[in-house]
Each structure stands twice: as C-alpha cells, then as structure tokens.
C-alpha cells in the first residue's frame, strides 16, 4: 500500500473565506518575494489558486492561522471532482486575468497607454509564474525521497509542505505539527518534509524526524512512529 485516503478533522480543515488571507501570510513568509510591489497581486494570486486546488483536493491542513498541505493521500471521487473543477477555474481565472486587460485597452485611444494596460498585468502574471517555478525546485528532493521509501521500504509515505505561521503567533506552526503528527499516525504514514528554516529543521528533529536516505536536506518521519505527548515547539517558519 503507497497510499490512503486523508480524512482530516473539521477542526483542522480552512474555511474557503480563509483561503485569501493564507495565501497572502504563505507568498508573505515563504515567497518566492515579489518581483515588484507591482507584481505583488500576482504573486499572490498564484498562492490563491495554489491553494484552492490543494484544498478542493482534501489536502489542506489549518490551525489557529497556520497552514500545512500534505502530498500523497488518493482522493475520493468527490474531492477528484472538485479538485478537477477548482483547477479549472484557476486556469480560467488566470487567462480571464491576460486577456481582459487587451480587451480594455482596444477601447483606449493612447496606443503607449493601451499597450501598458495590456501587457503589465500579462507580464506580472508570466513573471511570477516563472519566479515560483524557480524557487519551487526545492520541493523536487523531497518528492523524490517519498518515491524511494515508498519502492524499498514500502509502507504509506506522504509529503508535507509549505508549513507556515502568522507572524504575531509562531507558536500556531508547532501546535499544527502536533496535529499533523497525529493525524499521520491515524493513517499510518510516514512524512517527508524539506525545512524552510534551520530553526524549522532542529523542531522537527526533536519531534523524531531523521536525516532522508537521498538528501540531507530532507527529514523523514516513518509510519507508526510515536507522537510525543505534550506541546510541541515551534517549527518556526522562515
């Protein structure tokens, strides 16, 4: 067995109305930064949509304004479903958000003017799509990590990602882990991480994670491993 499904608890699901203000505190803390001020909306867009795919998906984990997304676990056919529609959307919204601009600078007299209203917003939005794709890669080593336990060792691995705290309450991200820990164990998963922080990295060292097969970078928990009891400390994000 490679995977499962995730059955996560109402009390760590995100509401949708909270999803705008996590991708906006996730671009703010883990980036990549913005290009400009400019192409900031973009950026965060790209959070957004990101977002609302991984939790149409089930896969979204919150808690008192921190957030985690977990790779790995099947959908059933209704989150497959919604996960299809929301990606849809985002890729609608997204080719609404270059093609409108040249729609409104067709009716735009000044041709330096209407060549602006056409081209930043397409620009802004290629940019940061590229600058994401950019820093993304270091998502690449722990994806690889999950494919090799789950071909020598076998078992239920998982990935967890983008783990991320408010910055007025560092502590949200630690009470999270705790919760994701247990939650991993209930299903029987082992998890796969690649820390933002060395700060992030010694937390989850002392919540029993060790040194991957692959790359020294990424920490790996096994399945059936115990949570320890009590609160943890915080992973603090980057």
């Given at each position: 067995?490679?995977?499962?499904?995730?059955?996560?608890?109402?009390?760590?699901?995100?509401?949708?109305?909270?999803?705008?203000?996590?991708?906006?505190?996730?671009?703010?803390?883990?980036?990549?930064?913005?290009?400009?001020?400019?192409?900031?909306?973009?950026?965060?867009?790209?959070?957004?949509?990101?977002?609302?795919?991984?939790?149409?998906?089930?896969?979204?984990?919150?808690?008192?304004?921190?957030?985690?997304?977990?790779?790995?676990?099947?959908?059933?056919?209704?989150?497959?479903?919604?996960?299809?529609?929301?990606?849809?959307?985002?890729?609608?919204?997204?080719?609404?958000?270059?093609?409108?601009?040249?729609?409104?600078?067709?009716?735009?007299?000044?041709?330096?003017?209407?060549?602006?209203?056409?081209?930043?917003?397409?620009?802004?939005?290629?940019?940061?799509?590229?600058?994401?794709?950019?820093?993304?890669?270091?998502?690449?080593?722990?994806?690889?990590?999950?494919?090799?336990?789950?071909?020598?060792?076998?078992?239920?691995?998982?990935?967890?990602?983008?783990?991320?705290?408010?910055?007025?309450?560092p502590l949200a991200a630690g009470r999270l882990v705790h919760q994701a820990l247990h939650l991993a164990d209930a299903h029987a998963a082992g998890l796969v991480v690649v820390p933002n922080s060395p700060a992030t990295h010694r937390a989850y060292l002392r919540r029993g994670f060790t040194h991957g097969p692959l790359s020294p970078r990424v920490?790996?928990?096994?399945?059936?491993?115990?949570?320890?009891?009590?609160?943890?400390?915080?992973?603090?994000?980057?």
């Amino acid at each position: 067995m490679t995977a499962t499904r995730l059955h996560v608890p109402g009390h760590l699901r995100p509401r949708w109305r909270d999803l705008p203000g996590l991708a906006a505190l996730a671009q703010r803390r883990l980036g990549p930064p913005a290009l400009t001020p400019l192409t900031r909306p973009a950026a965060c867009w790209l959070w957004l949509a990101a977002l609302t795919v991984i939790h149409a998906g089930g896969r979204v984990l919150a808690h008192a304004g921190a957030t985690v997304s977990v790779t790995g676990p099947r959908m059933t056919w209704p989150r497959r479903a919604a996960y299809t529609a929301a990606l849809a959307t985002a890729g609608t919204v997204s080719a609404l958000w270059i093609w409108l601009p040249f729609e409104a600078a067709a009716h735009i007299r000044w041709p330096l003017a209407a060549g602006l209203i056409a081209c930043a917003p397409a620009i802004a939005l290629l940019c940061e799509t590229g600058n994401m794709l950019l820093r993304g890669r270091a998502a690449v080593p722990a994806t690889t990590t999950v494919h090799y336990l789950r071909r020598h060792h076998g078992g239920t691995w998982w990935e967890a990602g983008s783990l991320v705290a408010p910055e007025d309450n560092p502590l949200a991200a630690g009470r999270l882990v705790h919760q994701a820990l247990h939650l991993a164990d209930a299903h029987a998963a082992g998890l796969v991480v690649v820390p933002n922080s060395p700060a992030t990295h010694r937390a989850y060292l002392r919540r029993g994670f060790t040194h991957g097969p692959l790359s020294p970078r990424v920490l790996i928990r096994p399945p059936h491993a115990r949570t320890t009891p009590g609160t943890p400390a915080a992973p603090h994000p980057a």
